[in-house]
C-alpha cells in the first residue's frame, strides 16, 4: 500500500493520499487549507487516479479545500452525519464570538455528491477496504479510518483528531466532549493490536503499542469499555487543546 501525505496549510493539518500502489486509482483523506496543490503533486509523482474524498471530522482545518478538490476530479466526498453542516457553516464548530466573521467572512460549499458514514461500515474504494469507526468526543461526527494489515504492513488507522503521538483531540469547542472522547479511544483505539500504524490529523505517525504505554490520556482505560475509564486519573485536556489544530 502506498500512503503520502504532508501538513497542509497554516493549521498543519495531515491531508493524506492512500492507494495500493504507483499508478493506481486513490483516495484523499482531509484535504485541508490549500491542500490542492501538494495533492497534484502527490498524483502527478505516483501517476494516481482519486475515486473519493474521506473525511475523519467537518473542522475546517481538515475540510477547507474539500469542494474544490472533489470538484475538479469529480469525485465523492464521504462525512459522517453529524459533522456534515460544518461543511457549509465552519464557524459552527468553532468558538466565536457574537458577530465574528470566519477568516474574514470565508464562505465554504459542499462537493456536488456528498455521502454519509456510518458506524461500522468497510469502504471498498480504489481495491482497498476502509472499516469506518464512528469516534465522537472531537467533534460528534469524528471517524476514524482502518485498513487491514498485508504481508507487507500491519493496521493502518487514519486517526483524524481522536489520538496524536502523546496526546488526543481537544474537547473544549462545541460539540466536544471529554467523556465521550475517552469512551471513543477505549473503544476504537485501544481494543486494536499494538502493532497498528496510526497516522493521526496532525503530528507525527505513531503505533497503537507506543500510545497505549506511554501516552497519559490513555492511563486508566480500559479496552473496549464503553465509559472509558476505570479510574479518574486521566490528565484534563487543556482549555487550548492538547497540541495541535482545532
Not at 151 to 173: E, H, K, N, Y
Not at 179 to 194: H, K, M, N, Q, Y
Request: charged share 20%; glycine share 12%; hydrophobic share 40%.
Amino acid at each position: 500500500m502506498l500512503v503520502a501525505g504532508f501538513p497542509a496549510g497554516s493549521f498543519a493539518a495531515n491531508c493524506y493520499v492512500v492507494a495500493p500502489a504507483a499508478g493506481e486509482e486513490c483516495v484523499i483523506i482531509d484535504p485541508g487549507q490549500d491542500a490542492e496543490a501538494g495533492i497534484e503533486e502527490i498524483l502527478r509523482e505516483h501517476r494516481l487516479k482519486p475515486v473519493a474524498v474521506l473525511l475523519t471530522h467537518g473542522h475546517i482545518d481538515h475540510v477547507w479545500s474539500v469542494a474544490p478538490v472533489c470538484g475538479a476530479r469529480d469525485v465523492p466526498a464521504f462525512i459522517h452525519p453529524d459533522d456534515r453542516d460544518l461543511l457549509t457553516d465552519p464557524a459552527k464548530g468553532l468558538s466565536l464570538a457574537t458577530g465574528q466573521q470566519l477568516f474574514g467572512g470565508l464562505e465554504l460549499s459542499e462537493p456536488d455528491d456528498v455521502r454519509e458514514l456510518t458506524d461500522g461500515s468497510v469502504l471498498e474504494l480504489a481495491g482497498l477496504s476502509f472499516t469506518v469507526d464512528h469516534a465522537p468526543g472531537h467533534t460528534p461526527g469524528s471517524v476514524t479510518f482502518r485498513t487491514p494489515r498485508t504481508r507487507q504492513i500491519p493496521d493502518v488507522m487514519f486517526s483524524g483528531d481522536l489520538l496524536f503521538a502523546g496526546s488526543i483531540g481537544r474537547t473544549d469547542l462545541p460539540g466536544g466532549s471529554y467523556e465521550e472522547i475517552l469512551a471513543s479511544l477505549s473503544r476504537v483505539c485501544l481494543t486494536l493490536p499494538d502493532e497498528t500504524a496510526v497516522l493521526p490529523g496532525h503530528g507525527e505517525q505513531t503505533t497503537i503499542g507506543r500510545e497505549r504505554a506511554t501516552n497519559p490520556f490513555l492511563t486508566g482505560l480500559v479496552p473496549g469499555v464503553s465509559g472509558g475509564s476505570s479510574s479518574s486519573n486521566a490528565p484534563a485536556v487543556p482549555a487550548d487543546g492538547p497540541n495541535k489544530g482545532f
